[in-house]
């Protein structure tokens, strides 16, 4: 077992290449040396900048490694010579480059420094953001220049330290200007394209945005891991409680108003969906329409699980580092918040603490509640309220019943004495109900039954009477009080039915993965961690353990769940299950596309062979075979034919077998490619020379490429041939080149039929010939060869229509003098 500690990770990051990440990598270096501290550079890469190279001064450096790779010569860190010097911090520049293959054991340097790490090396590295793999798109969206090089983000979250280099835009280009960059005949093309203002500012604020998130996650471990509760105003954050009333949209508004006032401020929404159902009944469009309102104005929705709806909102504020909650005012009107105890929004203001509550007035306020009561279990105020409603409410009654003795019968009083014992059912159950039912039979005895003042009965139909209404009484408070805990049943499935839903939805929406859908297991419940684990841990140490199917187990660490909860629980775990599922399926389904299309491949490719590859072979033959009879007698003229025949016939079999094992060396990834700076000039003729009258542009004042020439010529030779083969008689294909953003374009337009756009996904399939009507011409590789081979020379093949009729290729290179403005 390797016992080194691992080594500690540093990243200087950057908006765009000239910040200065090198030089305060090189920087911190000598600081280090200077303290003592054994520091070499295993790579670092000063591109020709004197005050980044003067920086290497009283620094080790390693020499790198010289490897060979396509007939160039390329110098590489040497990782086994830094392993091999074990230095204390090691200093790794250009962290998201990508090998040269042959000259190393990983294809990425990151991957590299994986192994210094490993091995106990501290390393000081540096990144661009354009190189993050979750920035990718983004920045080819705002530069308009793909990124080739990319490191995964988790990578660079990891780090120990990472150190932003920021510099304004205006400062960056005015550095490019003093040749602080690039090369003075650079300046111009750079300051025009990649480094305008915009651009910079753009990749600045995103470069600011990640650094602010790795900063977030860091104070979130720091106080999760020190068991810090209270609140810390870093950021303001903003809690609005949705319980999917008609007053929602006025308190997302409200709460994203404060949010906007403080530059960076969050907005997190949140649903209660309990299993006690707290949240059932809601109009799931409104809550659906919610959540889109809360997304459309840059927030976040969320949904808990709870057994008290206040502490669950405060739980989930403090878990978020909330500053603000906002919630809407009772909807309760004032008889009812007196007869229930506070409500949620008083709680939740006297459990905030350092959280500052808004609660927002709305026009549903003090007008009672839309749905009916959906508590679980009374509340402690109820519990006691009952009771004592059931001694004091008969009492009150009977002392006004007292003032009018007379004027109201006996079987009005009685059923005066029985609406009480009804009321005190609904307000305490069926234990309060029966009190207020002793209560009241004995008051009615005793005050309005004669003998009056005495508790004995000298009317046996008054004491048939007072049976009666006991028992009515009793039955009268069963009844309310069973239907009041079906009503709560309900509503709890309702609430259940509910989560379910809301996570079912999110499911087809996003199509969560399976880490998504464990975060939202762990935020739904309020756990501490939620994993997928194969086997059940042997010491759960207080760990809800639920099986989720397929031989996996969903364990949550945190409070103790609720029965009701562990049920909703379950169905969770099944969904987690189901997503287990799917992504094994996936993965084997992955595994035999490959051998599905090998398969296709090698049908197609023996249809092709039994019938294009015998052709020429064939005639090639006979030409042969006649020749060398003795039977026959042949003129010069004729013997010049059949040479030519033959000649023609093998010329043509051996363009077919070339094109065949190019073809499977470029799927085996082993074509050797020679790319040098290359004009089409060059290349144009011999592509051209087999081929029809073809009318060529302007392509003289095009800047070079960087292609392997005899590949290149074998691209536009096959795509001129397509062109010409759709072509109708008499019309000439078109070759025209122009030069954008760092690349070149060559167009092939013909005048054919065209192709929709239906059948341009199999356009570059092998032994495809889509359109041919005449299917003696060749295999149908072209295409997918002249593709393959673009591609390898970092291009792209593009099928347009041509206006006016006909289809147009089109081939995008990169130019070999903007080749440092495309991979910065």
């Known amino acids: 077992m390797n016992d080194v500690p691992r080594g500690r990770l540093k990243v200087y990051l950057g908006a765009a290449p ?137 990578v660079v979250r990891r780090a120990q330290q990472v150190e932003l280099v920021d510099i304004p835009p205006e400062g960056l280009r005015r550095r490019m200007a003093h040749g602080n960059i690039y ?31 790795r900063v977030d996650e860091a104070l979130t471990t720091y106080r999760h891991e020190h068991a810090i509760g209270k609140v810390w105003e870093t950021r303001e954050r903003v809690v609005v409680a949705l319980t999917g009333g008609p007053e929602g949209d006025t308190l997302i508004r409200r709460a994203s108003r404060i949010a906007d006032r403080s530059a960076g401020g969050d907005l997190l929404a949140v649903h209660v969906a309990r299993s006690d159902g707290l949240a059932a009944g809601v109009s799931h469009a409104s809550l659906a329409r919610q959540r889109r309102l809360v997304e459309d104005l840059g927030g976040s929705y969320h949904s808990v699980v709870g057994d008290d709806i206040a502490h669950t909102l405060v739980e989930f504020a403090r878990a ?50 839309l749905l009916p009561s959906r508590r679980r279990t009374l509340s402690t105020s109820r519990l006691i309220a009952g009771p004592v409603a059931g001694l004091v409410l008969p009492l009150l009654l009977t002392a006004v019943l007292a003032q009018v003795r007379g004027s109201v019968n006996l079987t009005s009083e009685a059923l005066l004495f029985l609406l009480t014992v009804v009321g005190v059912a609904c307000i305490g159950g069926v234990v309060s109900a029966v009190v207020a039912s002793v209560t009241a039979s004995l008051l009615l005895n005793y005050w309005f039954i004669p003998p009056i003042g005495e ?20 039955t009268v408070a069963g009844v309310v009080d069973r239907s009041l805990r079906l009503s709560r049943r309900s509503a709890r499935a309702t609430a259940e039915a509910e989560t379910m839903s809301s996570l079912a939805g ?46 996996a187990h969903l364990v949550l660490r945190g409070r103790t769940l609720s029965s009701s909860e562990r049920r909703v629980l379950a169905a969770f775990a099944a969904h987690v299950g189901s997503a287990v599922e799917r992504a094994r399926l996936a993965e084997a389904a992955a595994e ?38 003795r039977d026959v007698e042949f003129s010069a003229e004729d013997r010049d034919e059949l040479l030519a025949t033959a000649d023609e016939s093998m010329a043509r079999l051996n363009r077919l077998v070339e094109n065949l094992l190019d073809l499977s060396r ?15 000039e060059e290349v144009l003729p011999a592509a051209l020379v087999d081929i029809g009258d073809v009318e060529v542009g302007d392509v003289e004042s095009l800047p ?51 192709l929709p756009p239906a059948g341009r996904d199999r356009l570059f399939e092998p032994f495809q010939r889509l359109g041919d009507t005449d299917n003696t011409t060749g295999l149908g590789l072209g295409l997918a060869l002249a593709r393959g081979l673009t591609e390898a020379m970092s291009g792209t093949v593009t099928p347009e229509d041509t206006p006016g009729g006909g289809l147009t290729m089109v081939v995008a290179l990169p130019l070999a003098e903007e080749e440092p403005l495309i991979q910065p």
């Open 506 to 551: 999110s499911i087809v929406r996003g199509g969560q993965t399976i880490p998504e859908l464990l975060e939202r297991t762990r935020e739904t419940f309020g756990m501490e961690t939620a994993e997928l684990l194969d086997q059940p841990p042997s010491d759960s140490g207080g760990a809800t353990v639920v099986p989720a199917g397929s031989g």
């Open 592 to 629: 035999v596309e490959p051998v599905k299309a090998a398969d296709r491949m090698r049908t197609a490719l023996l249809r092709a062979v039994g019938h294009d590859l015998r052709t020429p072979l064939a005639a090639g033959w006979a030409a042969v075979t006649s020749l060398r009879s």
């Open 183 to 213: 090369a003075p005949e650079k300046i111009d093309a750079a300051l025009a394209n990649y480094f305008r203002p915009g651009n910079l500012t753009a990749l600045r604020q995103l470069a600011l945005l990640w650094t602010a998130d």
């Open 320 to 369: 978020e580092n909330a500053t603000q909650l906002v919630l809407g005012t009772s909807r309760r009107g004032r008889l009812e918040r007196f007869l229930t105890g506070p409500g949620t929004g008083e709680t939740v203001t006297v459990l905030s603490g350092d959280i500052d509550v808004h609660r927002v007035t709305h026009e549903r306020a003090g007008r009672g509640t």
């Open 455 to 474: 508790f004995t009965l000298s009317d046996p139909n008054a004491l048939l009477a007072l049976g009666v209404f006991a028992v009515v009484a009793a």
């Open 18 to 154: 000239g910040v200065g990440k090198t030089y305060r990598m090189l920087d911190e270096g000598r600081r280090r040396a200077d303290r003592g501290a054994d520091v070499v550079v295993a790579f670092a890469e000063c591109h020709g900048r004197r005050r980044t190279e003067a920086m290497l001064d009283g620094l080790e450096v390693v020499p790198r490694a010289r490897c060979a790779y396509r007939g160039g010569e390329f110098e590489e860190m040497d990782l086994d010579a830094v392993l091999a010097r074990r230095p204390r911090v090691a200093i790794v520049d250009e962290f998201a480059h990508s090998n040269v293959p042959g000259g190393g054991r990983n294809p990425k340097r990151w991957q590299d420094v994986e192994e210094l790490l490993a091995a106990g090396v501290d390393v000081v590295t540096a990144v661009n953001v354009q190189h993050l793999a979750s920035l990718k798109d983004v920045v080819e969206k705002i530069t308009g220049v793909p990124q080739h090089e990319t490191v995964p983000d988790e």
């Open 666 to 680: 470029l799927e085996a990834g082993v074509l050797k490619l020679n790319l040098r700076p290359t004009t089409l």
């Open 704 to 754: 070079a490429v960087l292609v392997d020439p005899p590949l290149l010529e074998r691209v536009i030779a096959n795509l001129v041939a397509n062109a010409d083969r759709h072509s109708p008689p008499g019309t000439k294909v078109l070759v025209t080149a122009s030069a954008l953003a760092g690349r070149a374009e060559l167009r092939v337009v013909d005048r054919g039929p065209g």
